[in-house]
């Protein structure tokens, strides 16, 4: 998969980024992590959430990602700053809350965002509305349950709805006619909340300015002045990893650990 | 691992390939693949074992390699022709029994080859003789449990050196003074095979000439002759896969399933 597009999400929710990346570049090959076994990511702390987004991205790129879109609006406020720093030769592209395009399109002055707690703890977010918040009033909320009710494909159900409406309501009685989506989850329960929240609030999703970033990024990218990799080397068995690495170390001499969160069962490297 | 030098093995046998690769091309990176879910291949069908090999050739592709080393005799015999008629554009080097340099080195006439009973059946040894062995005279032997003893870490053992004496004394007592090791395997146990055979016994491990065809098809490779693969979109987890692929079916409407004979854990494809 050399020069795929990387996603990945604590879940499905960045399935809601990659749709839109999908249909913007039809002929990009894609990869798409969902790391299920930490979701969700919302009650993590944040240095957790780095060491996850930096073993996926690691992954990514091994399997030859180009660039890496953070499709979760947690690990973006949580772990974009480390991964920058971490690939400095890699494109990220993260998600954050569209506060801006919320602030410019309001009527009323006031504008509503929906997110998870960490997003709204974070610094990425409270830049935000530092920046675009003077002249309008910026009104949060989160709603837990929302990831996880997605994530058990309760998009439509009465269950959804009844969390929503409760959610949004204080919202909707607080006057906003901009809602923004803070949570890759969040619009595969759009319908839902279009309903809820009625024709006067406007819903906005980040995906598409997302995908229109990652094109950008895309053709400014030079790939003639990168540095050429170091050589590595991975050793993969359908077998034990354990006995493989023993075997690879008497036959070879090289000192190799079975590793990798995501691999650990089929993969050895060496550097 | 874009641009990688896949290699692939029943099991650790390659990895006597795999040093002498790396040993030439020490700026490649590499990708080895051990089956050893299916050691030994020897006895396998060669249907099963083209099977086998296309499976992982379209992994070590998909992970980035550019050209791939099949570092098994029985597997080159049984899947070389499928693997090149399944990848026309992917370069492929096979392994076979050195008989051509032994026969151009035998001062006695007498050359005897190790090789697993599905090589020896196999047309490619069948061609090498008829090409090779009109003026000299060609022994096979075959040395069942050998490559298992390899795996298992003997390969200076007591019980190694009781089978080779066993299975080398044949071609002793027929004079030959090259011995032609036609399984990747054999080269680990390399040390008491040239202790059995004894100095005027010259060993022939192919190995270093296919790392020299690796870097005479790897110069002449033109990558920009080679048409842009069509898109290809992997969907990764964490958790279970099964639930990956029902999530991505209900919120995206494709119907993909958990596939991969080596990445079931944790991958899903869609064309």
């Not at 919302?42 to 996850?52: D, M, N, T």
């Not at 830049?127 to 002249?135: A, E, M, P, T």
């Not at 901009?178 to 024709?199: E, K, N, R």
Request: charged share 15%; aromatic share 6%; hydrophobic share 45%.
């Amino acid at each position: 998969m050399c020069g795929a597009i990387g996603v990945f999400d604590s879940g499905v929710g960045g399935l809601s980024v990659w749709r839109e990346v999908r249909a913007l570049l039809p002929d990009e090959s894609t990869i798409y992590f969902a790391d299920q076994a930490h979701i969700p990511y919302g009650p993590r702390p944040p240095v957790e959430l780095a060491h996850y987004a930096t073993s996926i991205t690691n992954l990514l790129i091994e399997l030859g990602a180009k660039i890496i879109v953070v499709a979760c609006n947690t690990a973006s406020g949580a772990a974009l700053e480390t991964l920058r720093a971490t690939y400095p030769t890699v494109p990220f592209v993260g998600m954050e809350p569209a506060v801006k395009p919320a602030v410019e399109h309001t009527r009323s002055g006031v504008v509503g965002v929906l997110a998870t707690p960490t997003t709204f703890e974070g610094v990425l977010f409270r830049r935000l509305v530092d920046r675009f918040g003077k002249d309008v009033t910026i009104h949060t909320q989160v709603c837990p349950g929302l990831v996880e009710l997605v994530e058990a494909g309760h998009t439509a159900s009465a269950e959804t709805r009844e969390l929503l409406a409760g959610c949004l309501a204080p919202l909707l009685d607080l006057g906003i006619d901009q809602l923004v989506l803070g949570c890759t989850h969040y619009p595969f329960a759009s319908t839902i909340i279009a309903d809820i929240a009625g024709p006067h609030v406007s819903i906005i999703d980040p995906a598409p300015a997302v995908a229109r970033q990652v094109k950008r990024l895309l053709g400014a990218a030079d790939p003639t002045n990168r540095p050429p990799p170091p050589a590595l080397h991975a050793f993969l068995t359908s077998g034990s990893p354990t006995r493989l690495a023993s075997q690879v170390d008497q036959l070879l001499g090289y000192e190799c650990q079975p590793e990798g969160v995501f691999w650990r069962d089929n993969v050895l490297r060496i550097g």
